[in-house]
């Protein structure tokens, strides 16, 4: 079974709940975003913040971003390959990938907030139908449960990490570079930073933005339709 994120030096930290709080590690991240706020205003009390799950998703690269209340985001991809062409096979492909997103949040670890990448309608080729049934099944996944979902089209997370909604400054890689630059992280695939990108927006929509971001890149946010946050506090 793999692991719930992963905890090599490149990227991320895992998530239980016996991590340190605090000022963390450059491994891990930086301080909390309510920490950093509050050192600010000359304030030392590290209340805890939103619980924010990015995820973009893929048939064979699943890029999640889970931002716990202390701030840090631990990153995670959800690799699968095609089994057949069955529509058992298929459904099972996609059930795998439904199961190993609601894996960390059957354990506790449930956000108040999931920000997930909206379709892209000019996309084509043989997976499109099936990337669409995936899409569709998360999300009714989540609103079930009543976890409050916001969907970012791919041209808002474009601008809010690279300031164009489209273009070569705009292009996946440019993504993961602007975001590896910003946020000081290593991503294995444009799928992760994606999803780093949409859990920085969600965080940065609550007033907890891991790190600056020009205001130009923030118009972005104003153009999503955010549901109201469940946030639970101890």
Not at 42 to 47: D, F, I, V
Not at 120 to 145: E, N, P
Not at 211 to 233: D, F, G, S, Y
Request: net charge positive; with cysteine.
């Amino acid at each position: 079974m793999e692991p719930l994120f992963d905890t090599k030096d490149r990227a991320s930290a895992l998530l239980p709940a016996d991590a340190p709080a605090g000022p963390a590690t450059p491994a891990t991240g930086p301080a909390t975003p309510t920490a950093r706020a509050e050192q600010r205003q000359g304030k030392a009390s590290l209340s805890p913040g939103p619980r924010v799950l990015g995820l973009d998703l893929s048939l064979t690269s699943t890029g999640l971003a889970y931002a716990d209340d202390r701030g840090t985001i631990a990153i995670r991809a959800i690799t699968t390959t095609k089994q057949g062409d069955t529509i058992t096979d298929q459904h099972h492909r996609l059930s795998r990938i439904l199961e190993e997103i609601w894996r960390p949040i059957h354990m506790g670890h449930q956000p108040d907030l999931v920000v997930l990448e909206g379709p892209s309608y000019g996309s084509k080729g043989a997976g499109t139908w099936d990337r669409g049934g995936l899409w569709w099944l998360v999300v009714s996944h989540f609103l079930t449960q009543r976890i409050p979902l916001a969907v970012v089209p791919p041209a808002l997370l474009k601008k809010y990490a690279t300031g164009k909604g489209g273009g070569k400054d705009a292009s996946k890689t440019a993504v993961a570079s602007t975001a590896a630059n910003r946020y000081g992280r290593v991503f294995a695939s444009d799928d992760e930073a994606d999803a780093y990108v949409l859990c920085a927006m969600g965080l940065d929509h609550l007033g907890h933005p891991p790190a600056p971001v020009p205001q130009t890149h923030r118009q972005a946010l104003a153009k999503v339709a955010w549901p109201t946050a469940r946030i639970e506090t101890p």
